[in-house]
C-alpha cells in the first residue's frame, strides 16, 4: 500500500507517517517550499529517512497533481492546514486557502480514482454547543479557522455524495503530545513548567484557564485517522468523551514538578480569543463501533509530555 500524506512535518503527520510505516506501507509526504526544513518531528520518531519528501503547496493544484503522480498513493491523509486556531483571526484569507481551498484541490484530482481521502476536520467546528457533540451535532463556527474547516467538511460530503469520491472527514478533537508545536497551549504550558521548575523563568502567562476541551494523545488519533480509511467513506468523531479545564492541565503539570500553579500563572488578556469556545465533548460511539478507543489517560498524557521534554533536553 501505499500513501500520500500532507502536512506530514506535524505532529499528527509524523506519529501517522510512523503509523503507516509499521504497517508496511511505503509513505510519500507534501512539503512545503521552504529554505530550511522542519523534520525535527521526524526525527525524534527516528524516520526522516524511510518516508519520501515531495515539493508541493495546497494552494498550487498542478504541484497537488505531480505530487499524487509521483507517489500514487492508495490513501491521501491530508493534514496540511494553519492550524492556530488565534493566528487564524490575524490572517483569515490565508487560512480558508490552505485549509478549504486546498481541501477542493484534492478532491477534483481524485475524483474519479479509486484514491481514498482523509480529511481533518476539528471540533472547532462545533463552537459553542452543551452536552456532547457527534457527527450530527450542528457546526456553530467561531473563528475564521474553524470556517475554512466548516467549508472543507462540507466540500467532502458533497464530493463523496455527488461523484463518489471515497472520502472520510475525522472531527477529532483536542489531541497532544510531546510533538506538539510551542505555540499551542498545552506544549506553552509543558515548557513553562520545565523552565520554572529549573529557575530559568518565573512565570506562565495564559488566556482563558476555564475553557474545557477534550484531550487525547495524538499517537491514538493517528490509528483512528487509518481506521476510516479502511472502511466505508463517511465522517467519525474522534474524541475520549472526558472534558477537562485548561486549569486542570495547569494544576497537573505543576504538581508533578511539586509546584502549586497558583504561585506562577498569571491572566494577561492578550491571550483571549476575540471569540471563545466554552466547552468541547465528543461521543466518540461510531469510531468505537469500528474497534477503536483512546488509550492514554489525561494524566499520563501530561506525563508524557513533561517527561519526553526532560529527555529532549537531556
Keep these: 500500500m501505499k500513501a500520500l500524506i500532507t502536512g506530514i512535518t506535524g505532529q499528527d503527520g509524523a506519529y501517522l507517517a510512523q503509523f503507516l510505516l509499521d504497517k508496511g506501507y511505503e509513505v510519500c509526504g507534501l512539503k512545503r517550499r521552504l529554505s530550511t526544513l522542519n523534520l525535527w518531528r521526524l526525527d525524534a520518531l527516528g524516520i526522516t529517512d524511510n518516508v519520501h519528501l515531495i515539493d508541493g503547496d495546497m494552494n498550487d493544484m498542478s504541484s497537488l497533481e505531480k505530487a499524487i503522480e509521483i507517489s500514487n498513493p492508495d490513501e491521501v491523509y491530508n493534514l496540511a492546514a494553519q492550524s492556530f486556531v488565534k493566528s487564524s483571526f490575524d490572517t483569515p484569507a490565508s487560512t480558508f486557502d490552505v485549509n478549504a481551498k486546498g481541501v477542493i484541490h484534492l478532491l477534483e484530482i481524485i475524483k474519479g480514482s479509486d484514491t481514498r481521502l482523509y480529511q481533518a476536520s476539528t471540533s472547532e467546528m462545533f463552537g459553542n454547543v452543551t452536552g456532547m457533540q457527534d457527527e450530527n451535532t450542528p457546526f456553530s463556527p467561531r473563528s475564521p479557522y474553524a470556517v475554512a474547516k466548516v467549508a472543507a467538511h462540507h466540500s467532502v460530503k458533497l464530493y463523496r455524495d455527488a461523484y463518489g469520491v471515497k472520502a472520510s472527514c475525522g472531527i477529532l ?42 484531550w487525547g494523545h495524538a499517537k491514538d488519533y493517528v490509528e483512528a485517522m487509518w481506521l476510516m480509511l479502511q472502511n466505508e467513506p463517511d465522517d467519525f468523531v474522534v474524541a475520549t468523551g472526558r472534558t ?41 460511539s461510531k469510531i468505537a463501533a469500528l474497534g477503536w478507543r483512546p488509550r492514554t489517560a489525561f494524566i499520563s498524557l501530561i506525563h508524557n509530555m513533561l517527561l519526553n521534554n526532560v529527555r529532549l533536553a537531556a
Excluded: W
Design 173 to 214: 478533537f483536542n489531541h497532544e503530545s510531546p510533538l506538539r508545536g510551542e505555540e499551542f497551549v498545552t506544549q506553552k504550558i509543558v515548557m513553562a513548567v520545565l523552565d520554572i521548575h529549573e529557575r530559568k523563568k518565573d512565570k506562565l502567562y495564559l488566556g482563558n484557564l476555564d475553557a474545557s476541551r477534550d
Design 244 to 284: 477537562h479545564t485548561v486549569r486542570e492541565f495547569v494544576d497537573h503539570a505543576f504538581r508533578i514538578k511539586g509546584m502549586d500553579y497558583r504561585d506562577h500563572v498569571e491572566i494577561d488578556p492578550k491571550f483571549f480569543r476575540p471569540l471563545e469556545v466554552g466547552h468541547l465533548c465528543g461521543d466518540p
